[in-house]
């Protein structure tokens, strides 16, 4: 019986959970995520010491929102937590007394849907983790496909939009400005502007201020036949599809899985996407087509790729 723990290290909040040999998460614990360096690590000890006073295990896995080293004991680079070319494994790994390892947060999210979620089986298999962004993970005959120096796939950065929307990164018209939990909120507001909008459910959401929407209400007010809501969809799953028609190019996956908030309301546009993907792919009609549904793990798939890397160690 292989017990470890997986920490999901996010931007606002550091969750984790002890997971066993199928993937089942056991016991969790939370806490919220500090601005500086040595109060995150602090924290993040505070939070797995909890679970370790109940439950004995073989080693800890971090997924955290960042670019991570090759080693997969430093990280490089993360826009929201204070870590700047951090030994980060090292020093958690000193403090706990357990091997400690790891990984970006979408690629241990991909780990958990290909080994017990929605991507078992893949051969080529891509996760998208639509939410305030896009985080990908690609799975090549079950191993992590992490580029020269273990920063790809960032998918989210692709610029399909020239002198489109501005983007964190720096750039503009990144498929995530348009594929994405905050992409599905701009659109709305956009749409919102519009001489003659017809929008009930998403003018209550907004209640005279459209900064306020997010992904989620967008999704929601869809559901309920909001005109605006389903127009902001429809975009998206044009989006969506445009990018994966890409995406095809460059990786041809056999399985693409749709994860993060936005994941959740796939059902929504699933359908949608995949017959405008089937009509923009290169020799559409004349190839093999990917196969598009929803990730099945939610909320728990970093840490329990996390936990499921950390069992490997
Ligand atoms: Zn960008």
Same mark, same amino acid.
């Given at each position: 019986m292989t017990r470890t723990i997986g920490v999901d290290v996010g931007g606002t909040s550091i969750r984790a959970g002890v997971v066993d040999e199928h993937g089942t998460v056991l016991d969790t614990a939370r806490g919220s995520t500090p601005a500086d360096e040595a109060a995150l690590e602090d924290a993040i000890c505070s939070v797995v010491g909890e679970l370790l006073e109940r439950h004995p295990v073989s080693a800890v896995g971090l997924a955290v929102a960042g670019f991570i080293g090759t080693d997969r @004991?430093? %990280?490089l680079f993360a826009p929201h937590l204070a870590w700047r070319s951090a030994p980060v494994a090292d020093r958690i790994s000193a403090r706990l007394g357990l091997p400690v390892v790891l990984e970006h947060d979408a690629n241990a999210a991909g780990v958990a849907e290909h080994r017990f979620g929605a991507? @078992? +089986? !893949? /051969? %080529? +298999? *891509?996760l998208l983790a639509l939410g305030t962004g896009i985080g990908a993970a690609l799975m090549v005959d079950g191993v992590l496909y992490r580029g020269a120096h273990g920063v790809a796939p960032e998918l989210g950065h692709l610029p399909l939009v020239p002198g489109g929307r501005p983007c964190e990164c720096g750039k503009a018209g990144c498929w995530e400005r348009y594929c994405s /939990?905050? !992409?599905?909120a701009s659109t709305a507001v956009d749409l919102l502007a519009a001489p003659g909008a017809r929008s009930s459910v998403l003018a209550r959401e907004a209640a005279g201020d459209p900064g306020r929407i997010t992904g989620r209400q967008v999704a929601a007010a869809a559901r309920e036949g909001d005109a605006v809501a389903l127009a902001a969809v429809g975009e998206m799953a044009e989006w969506l599809a445009v990018g994966l028609a890409l995406v095809a190019d460059v990786y041809d996956p056999d399985l693409v899985v749709l994860g993060g908030g936005v /994941?959740?309301?796939a059902p929504l546009f699933? $359908? $949608?996407a995949r017959d405008r993907y089937h @009509? *923009? %792919?290169t020799g559409g009609g004349h190839r093999p087509l990917l196969r598009l549904r929803a990730a099945h793990l939610g909320d728990d798939a970093g840490l329990v790729g996390a936990a499921a890397l950390a069992a490997e160690v």
């Open positions: @004991r430093t %990280v991507l @078992r +089986g !893949a /051969g %080529v +298999g *891509l /939990g905050t !992409a599905l /994941g959740e309301s699933l $359908d $949608d @009509r *923009l %792919v």
